[in-house]
C-alpha cells in the first residue's frame, strides 16, 4: 500500500504557474517507491470524469493528454519519494481538483490521495 498527500493548489490567473506536490509513503517498501509504482496525475472540473493529466512511468517514460502537452511537466524526486506537476500558462479551463495517483507495476490497483483544487481566473 501507499499513501499519497497532495499540495500546492490555488488560486491563480489565467496565464500564471503553479506546481502541485505529492508525497508518497508506504509501511510495507522503503527506499525509492518510484522503482515499484507508475505514478500520474488525474484531474476532475465539476460534472466532468476524472481524466488523466500527465502519467510517469517506473523507468521514467512520461506522456500528457493534449491539453496539458507544452504547457506542463511532470517529474519526480526518488530521493524524496515526491511526484511534481509544473503547470504553466494556465487556462480558465485547468480549474479541477487534482489527484495523485499510484500504480503498482505489478498490478492494476489504483492508489489515490485526497485531492488538491486548483482554480484559474479568467
Known amino acids: 500500500q501507499v499513501q499519497l498527500v497532495e499540495s500546492g493548489g490555488g488560486l491563480v490567473q489565467a496565464g500564471g504557474s503553479l506546481r502541485l506536490s505529492c508525497a508518497a509513503s508506504?509501511?510495507?517498501?522503503?527506499?525509492?517507491?518510484?522503482?515499484?509504482?507508475?505514478m500520474g496525475w488525474y484531474r476532475q472540473a465539476p460534472g466532468e470524469q476524472r481524466e488523466l493529466v500527465a502519467r510517469?512511468?517506473?523507468?521514467?517514460?512520461?506522456n500528457y493528454a493534449d491539453s496539458a502537452k507544452g504547457r506542463f511537466t511532470i517529474s519526480r524526486d526518488n530521493a524524496q519519494n515526491t511526484l511534481y506537476l509544473q503547470m504553466n500558462s494556465l487556462k480558465p479551463e485547468d480549474t479541477a481538483v487534482y489527484y495523485c495517483?499510484?500504480?503498482?507495476?505489478?498490478?492494476?490497483?489504483?492508489?489515490w490521495g485526497q485531492g488538491t483544487q486548483v482554480t484559474v481566473s479568467s
Open positions: 508506504s509501511s510495507a517498501h522503503s527506499g525509492n517507491l518510484f522503482m515499484i509504482y507508475d
Open positions: 495517483n499510484a500504480r503498482p507495476i505489478s498490478d492494476s490497483l489504483d492508489y
Open positions: 510517469i512511468r517506473s523507468w521514467g517514460a512520461t
